[in-house]
């Protein structure tokens, strides 16, 4: 089944819902896994505040696409191709390092959109912004004390974490692709065009890399395709788990 | 990791709003006091608990004994005279 949302602004605030909804998820998935309890529940807090985030949005797209539909609809009731997440978040979780230089990545443009968010011309959205740009502020930090520790850490945390950048560094181009939607958004101050994130967002990084002694990868392909609904394989066995209670038994409440 | 050592035990405490004491919530480890400080807001303030952490390293906490019970509180039995019972105490004080 395939829920499509309707009009520009629409499909900008449903990107970015997705991508909240798909790296809480992910982050969940660290549930009685993570390295020590305390790890453990930086990163569930963490999926909380990107669940909430995700809901405070699909909330707003209900509106705006005139449907009204309920935030499950747009959670558990879409298939792949109808999430248009960025790539960067659905990938999996792989070691610690992987989540962290995942979380840092997505948490600085994250949060650079948040900002810019907080002046959107659509004043739930702002509102959401506001509060988000305090949770995430605090996301891209935890992300940023794990990559300089990890970076310049132990020869074996420090070769993990190149491992990890090697991997998920060629994602990172999808997160500051414009097109028709993001350019009628910003022209009508919704929110910002990706594009335009992107000089805070490599100022950042390129600092937390240099501190942590992790030199930045050669770009060696772009992936990309997540907006318009393209995938990575592993997004659909994510979307298994995460649907399959509700599909299973429609409606259930505990 | 569970094999590893574990990083030192840290002992945190809790302001639960301005004009009380830090109070004692309970430990966890962390491998330094900046850490330490994020784990304590992850683990003991999820639920609006604080407005200020404290952590200390577990380590350099001087306890008394409980073999020296008898001799440190016991004496403080029979003295009720030390309780300020005697004090009307205003209704607006409503923290003492």
Redesign the interface.
């Known amino acids: 089944m395939t829920l499509v949302v309707a009009g520009a602004a629409a499909v900008y605030t449903l990107r970015i819902a997705d991508d909240c909804l798909v790296l809480s998820h992910r982050l969940a998935q660290w549930s009685s896994w993570a ?4 790890d453990d ?2 990163l569930t ?1 963490i999926a909380l505040d990107l669940l909430g985030q995700a809901r405070g949005m699909y909330a707003r797209i209900a509106e705006l696409d005139g449907t009204g539909r309920s935030e499950d609809d747009y959670a558990f009731l879409r298939g792949e191709r109808a999430f248009v997440n960025c790539q960067l978040v659905e990938h999996e979780n792989g070691d610690f390092a992987t989540t962290m230089v995942r979380q840092l990545l997505c948490s600085t443009y994250q949060l650079a959109q948040w900002q810019a968010l907080t002046a959107s011309t659509d004043e739930q959205v702002a509102a959401v912004a506001t509060k988000a740009v305090k949770e995430t502020a605090y996301h891209r930090d ?1 992300a940023t ?1 794990w990559t300089l ?1 990890l970076g310049d850490g132990t020869d074996e945390s420090h070769r993990r974490m190149e491992h990890a950048l090697a991997a998920l560094w060629p994602f990172t181009a999808e997160l500051f692709e414009s097109d028709a939607v993001t350019r009628e958004v910003a022209a009508l101050g919704v929110g910002p065009d990706p594009g335009d994130l992107r000089p805070e967002w490599d100022a950042y990084i390129t600092r937390v890399l240099g501190d942590a002694t992790l030199p930045a990868p050669e770009v060696s392909w772009r992936p990309t395709g997540g907006r318009q609904g393209l995938h990575t394989e592993a997004f659909g066995y994510m979307l298994a788990e995460m649907q399959h209670v509700h599909r299973s038994f429609p409606g259930v409440t505990w | ?1 569970s094999e590893e050592t ?2 030192p035990l840290w002992e945190v405490f809790i302001r639960s709003k301005r004009g009380l004491s830090h109070n004692h919530v309970g430990s ?4 330094d006091a ?2 330490a400080l ?2 304590a807001r ?2 003991y303030t ?1 639920r609006m608990e604080g407005v200020s952490i404290w952590v200390v390293p577990s380590a350099v906490i001087t306890a008394s004994s409980p073999d020296e019970k008898d001799s440190f509180f016991d004496p403080a039995a029979d003295k009720p005279y030390r309780h300020p019972t005697f004090y009307s105490i205003p209704k607006e004080v409503q923290q003492l």
């Open positions: 390295p020590a309890l305390e529940l930086a807090n935890l004390d520790r | 990791m574990p990083a966890l480890h962390a491998p900046e850490m994020r784990n992850d683990v999820r």
